[in-house]
């Protein structure tokens, strides 16, 4: 990520601390975003002008055209499961309390 994305040097890289790591890797995002965004605006300016005027339709607006990231919740039970199989896989115990 540091090399590829940020267009870091190695030894740039390493140096970082990873509060730094992690300021530079959000303003990454945000110039992607911004990108989208700007993508998302042309887009809704085409859909809105190709409406048919007689309909009062809500007109797009950028963001619905934007990528949109998918957060994923876990159940408790499939938490459980996790921990499960990672305990076993790294040898560890069940302590029962």
């Given amino acids: 990520m540091g090399r590829y994305d940020l267009n870091l040097a190695e030894v740039d890289f390493w ?3 990873l ?3 992690d300021a530079l ?3 990454h995002k945000e110039a992607h975003n911004w ?3 700007r993508a998302g605006l042309i887009c809704a300016v085409l859909a ?3 409406r048919d005027p007689k309909k009062k339709l809500t ?3 950028p963001d619905d055209f934007m990528p949109k ?3 994923r919740h876990q159940t408790a039970e499939q938490l459980f ?3 499960q199989m990672l305990n076993a896989v790294f040898g560890g115990t069940v302590v029962e309390s």
């Fill in 59 to 61: 007109p797009f607006v």
């Fill in 15 to 17: 140096e970082l601390t």
């Fill in 25 to 27: 890797n959000e303003r």
């Fill in 69 to 71: 990231e998918k957060h």
């Fill in 19 to 21: 509060k730094e790591l």
């Fill in 48 to 50: 809105n002008t190709a």
């Fill in 81 to 83: 499961a996790m921990v």
């Fill in 35 to 37: 990108l989208n965004y």
